[in-house]
């Protein structure tokens, strides 16, 4: 019996290499893809420490994929970021219909939101929409929970950079 070589299993070869476990914890309720993404390192024999996670949901279609939280322990070792990233544009390749992924940069404050926005475009999102607090804003807002700017990205260009981004943590390490 012969292992498919995927991305993610690629991936997840990679972390080890660097002494780090790239976790998935994937359920189906109601039909919808539930992802929590978790990268964790060693830090005694019986205990992990997470380094970050990315929770996503997602549904059958191509723009389906929905990204909720996305966190990086200060301190973390470079990278884990990246690898996070690219293993979840994976996961949706590989295992939904999706090829869209949506998230919110949130606007809790002026300053902060800038920074998102910045941030997730480097990673390959565009802005679609502006949730503020008009009438027709308010099932986003419920979904995403707050004000923002929604941003959309192919699944293909934020793994390729991603991936690309994380091989060259490697190769620089």
């Known amino acids: ?9 690629q991936l997840e070869l990679s972390a080890r290499q660097r002494r780090l476990l790239l ?3 994937v359920r189906r309720p109601l039909g919808l893809w539930a992802l929590r993404l978790v990268v964790a390192q060693h830090i005694s024999d019986d ?4 380094l970050g996670e990315m929770k996503a949901w997602a549904y059958g279609a191509r723009n389906g994929l929905q990204l909720d939280t996305m966190r ?3 301190g973390s070792p470079a990278g884990v970021g990246n ?6 544009m994976s996961w949706a390749l590989e295992s939904t219909p999706c090829r ?8 809790d404050d002026e ?3 800038r920074r998102l926005v ?3 475009k480097q990673r390959g999102f565009s802005r679609l929409h502006v949730l503020g607090g008009s009438l027709t804003d308010l099932p986003l807002r419920l979904v995403w929970g707050g004000t923002g700017e929604l941003m959309c990205g192919d699944c293909h260009h934020v793994l390729a950079i991603s991936e690309r981004r994380w091989y060259n943590h490697l190769s620089a390490a």
């Open 1 to 9: 019996m012969t292992v498919v070589e995927t991305k993610l299993h």
């Open 23 to 25: 976790r998935l914890q």
């Open 47 to 50: 205990c992990l420490q997470i």
């Open 72 to 74: 990086v322990k200060l």
């Open 83 to 88: 690898l996070i990233w690219a293993a979840t």
């Open 100 to 107: 869209q992924a949506r998230l919110l940069a949130i606007c």
């Open 111 to 113: 300053y902060q939101h």
């Open 118 to 120: 910045r941030y997730f």
